[in-house]
Nanobody, 128 residues
Framework: QVQLVESGQGLVQAGDSLRLSCAAS????????MAWFRQAPGKEREFLAV????????YYASSVKGRLTISRDNTKKAVYLQINSLKLEDTAVYYC?????????????????????WGPGIQVTVSS
């Protein structure tokens, strides 16, 4: 497993852009697919984006495609999530997650149970 910690600006304004970072420790990082999820108050944890271990392949939830960009830097053991045109409904706790995904067939959006390593999450609040 790897240990993950998210960081970034916690309070932003609607219409702004935000980049979240996730720092990883552990040698397994380079073999892990990495993803971002979020959980809004009273809602289930929602998949946003995933990138392959190399960073070459990415996949996004249809609800956010076009506004979000996931990337990674394996030399820094870091994963990033860029969110553009922030909306009030982007307010949530954002989590990064990792796993080899060897068991994942790719026939559906990834879900929380597909990932074994999680960061503690970071609160992002979008204000008007």
């Amino acid at each position: 497993q790897v240990q993950l910690v998210e960081s970034g600006q916690g309070l932003v304004q609607a219409g702004d852009s935000l980049r979240l970072s996730c720092a990883a420790s552990g040698d397994a990082f380079r073999s892990y697919a990495m993803a971002w999820f979020r959980q809004a108050p009273g809602k289930e944890r929602e998949f946003l984006a995933v990138t392959s271990s190399s960073g070459i392949q990415t996949y996004y939830a249809s609800s956010v495609k076009g506004r979000l960009t996931i990337s990674r830097d394996n030399t820094k053991k870091a994963v990033y999530l860029q969110i553009n045109s922030l909306k009030l409904e982007d307010t949530a706790v954002y989590y990064c997650a990792g796993d080899t995904l060897h068991h994942y067939a790719g026939d559906r959006d990834p879900v929380e149970g597909d990932f074994s390593s999680w960061g503690p999450g970071i609160q992002v609040t979008v204000s008007s």
